[in-house]
């Protein structure tokens, strides 16, 4: 569920009447999403998403994402392209809340990851990487290693409490992966997505019924970090089957995909399992702070945080990069 506000016909006309997109057709909530409200809007000129950005997203940093997101779609990656109203600003207020239009892409994001998916993700993940090269303002990545350690703080009253142990499992988990982080300079960063999730990736069947990868969405967790980060975020959250073992394949074809477009440095190609198990704590650790911090009854599905605890588990097994695909 996700529409936290709730906005009139009368307040969206209104708002509407500052674009050049002429007359509203059609609008609905979009239940899909934890963060922000998501509306689909049909205007005389065509379909867009309208968001209003919620309490979670820091409103000052609401034009680094429209810039990113703008800069990208020029580069021809499939993102949503913020709409500019007539003034020429693309970021305004409705509903006593920061508020975008963008367009709307085309796609459905795959319910069941296939390993067919995966080639193309990978491509597109380095077109990504290679189309913000040249986005030179930077954001820190605000759920970095950095503030793995306050949010397990924030976990420790509520952790245990999910599962016995937790706490300790991942104080030592969380000590091995920050022991061996790499050191700024050591590996290429630029900006990355961040949370590149099935349900951020749509696609379209393309030549001979394969898909293809037809939009990226949700760029409100990008950053200035490690590209290779970016990879472990996705070898996490696509090439795991639901009985929780490592698709190998999957992730060959992730890799093979990425790097014919971008070829890992050595450096980074070591550097992948602590990056893969920093991605998985970094997910379990917002997964378990929403768990232990939402209210029963809120409207906002809850993810399962053990889910990222069996990944993390097997990345601390995984016996060097060719055990995960390269
Ligand atoms: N540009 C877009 N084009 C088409 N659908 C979109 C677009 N942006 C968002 N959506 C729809 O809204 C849903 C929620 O968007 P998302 O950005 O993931 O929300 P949240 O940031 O709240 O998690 C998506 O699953 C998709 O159905
Ligand atoms: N991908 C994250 C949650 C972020 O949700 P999104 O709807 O904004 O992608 C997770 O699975 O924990």
């Not at 290679?130 to 949010?151: I, K, M, Q, T, Y």
């Not at 016995?164 to 992966?177: M, S, T």
Request: with cysteine; hydrophobic share 45%.
């Amino acid at each position: 569920m996700a529409v936290y506000t709730e906005v009139t016909d009368e307040a969206l006309r209104a708002f509407l009447a500052a674009y050049p997109l002429g007359a509203l057709r059609a609008f609905r909530g979009i239940a899909e999403g934890v963060e922000n409200s998501n509306y689909a809007l049909q205007t005389e000129a065509g379909d867009f998403i309208l968001t209003l950005y919620e309490k979670r997203v820091d409103p000052r940093e609401l034009p680094w994402f429209l810039g990113l997101m703008e800069h990208l779609a020029a580069r021809g990656i499939d993102c949503p392209l913020p709409v500019k109203a007539r003034d020429g600003q693309a970021l305004r207020t409705l509903a006593g809340r920061p508020a975008a239009i963008c367009t709307f892409l085309a796609g459905v994001w795959p319910r069941r990851v296939r390993p067919e998916h995966c080639a193309p993700l990978g491509a597109a993940l380095a077109r990504l990487h290679l189309a913000g090269a040249d986005f030179h303002e930077v954001r820190p990545n605000g759920l970095g290693p950095a503030a793995w350690g306050p949010l397990l703080d924030r976990c420790r009253p509520g952790g245990d409490a999910v599962q016995p142990g937790l706490v300790a499992e991942l104080d030592g988990a969380l000590a091995g992966i920050l022991a061996t982080w790499p050191v700024p300079g050591a590996l290429p960063t630029g900006q990355i997505h961040a949370d590149l999730f099935p349900d951020n990736v749509f696609f379209l069947d393309g030549p001979e019924g394969k898909p293809r990868v037809s939009g990226l969405i949700d760029f409100y967790f990008a950053c200035t970090d490690l590209l290779a980060y970016d990879i472990a975020v996705c070898l996490n959250a696509w090439c795991f089957e639901p009985d929780g073992s490592y698709n190998v394949t999957k992730a060959h074809a992730l890799l093979s995909a990425y790097q014919r477009l971008r070829p890992l440095s050595e450096a980074e190609r070591k550097a992948l399992p602590v990056l893969c198990r920093g991605a998985s704590i970094r997910f379990l650790l917002t997964r378990l702070y929403d768990w232990t911090a939402t209210p029963a009854g809120a409207l906002v599905t809850r993810k399962d945080p053990l889910e990222y605890l069996r990944k993390l588990r097997f990345f601390a097994r995984a016996e060097g990069p060719a055990s995960l695909g390269l």
